[in-house]
Structure formats: C-alpha cells, structure tokens
Nanobody, 123 residues
C-alpha cells in the first residue's frame, strides 16, 4: 500500500517561508504525478501545485504562482513545496497527493493522499 507522509508545516509570520516535504513509500512505481492540495477552515480542498515524476513538468494554482515552488528528489521518492512570501490566506492544512496518471488527472482526483500538515501564517 502506498503511503505519503508530509512534514515541515508550522507557524510563520506573514512574509516568511516554509518548506514542506512528502515522502512516499510502498509500491510507488507508476505514480507519475505528485502534488499538493490545501484546505482552509470552512473551505473546500483546492489544488496548489503538481509535478510530473518523469519529466519534471510543473503546474501551479494562480494564487501561489511565483511564490511557491514544487520540486522532487526521485532517489528519495520525495516531493517538496517551497513556500515563500507567505500570507495569512495561505493558512490551511496542506495535503500531499499522488496519481497513477499525469498532472491533469491528479488535479481532478488523486489516487493517494497524505495525512496533512498544518500551515499557519500570522499577520
């Protein structure tokens, strides 16, 4: 069974930075797209960023483009989310996700989810 374990969340002041990590384990061969979603209190879960596991193609939500960077380490089977210029509206539980398909399908419905990590940005 595939497992995704996030780490790196926490409390940061507005304008600060955090780096999230998501380590995958289990039968991960075939998980061609990895990414991040977030869910703020009282809101639906939304797409944040994704990366193609083979070619490294990236895709971002408009709300984070230019501030967040997704990257990967294939050898460690880990995906990262570097978050800069954080704002209070970025406060949410951030979830790692993976798909047995390309980024487009990951954005619609991931196959696997992590347990989530809390990111809180104070003003």
């Amino acid at each position: 069974q595939v497992q995704l374990v996030e780490s790196g969340g926490g409390l940061v002041q507005a304008g600060g930075s955090l780096r999230l990590s998501c380590a995958a384990s289990g039968p991960t061969f075939g998980l061609l797209a990895r990414g991040w979603f977030r869910q703020a209190p009282g809101k639906e879960r939304e797409f944040v960023a994704a990366i193609g596991w083979i070619g490294g193609t990236t895709n971002y939500a408009d709300s984070v483009s230019g501030r967040f960077t997704i990257s990967k380490d294939n050898a460690k089977d880990t995906v990262y989310l570097q978050m800069n210029s954080l704002q209070p509206e970025d406060t949410a539980v951030y979830y790692c996700a993976a798909k047995m398909g390309n980024i487009a399908y990951l954005k619609i419905e991931p196959d696997y989810w992590g347990q989530g990590t809390q990111v809180t940005v104070s003003s």
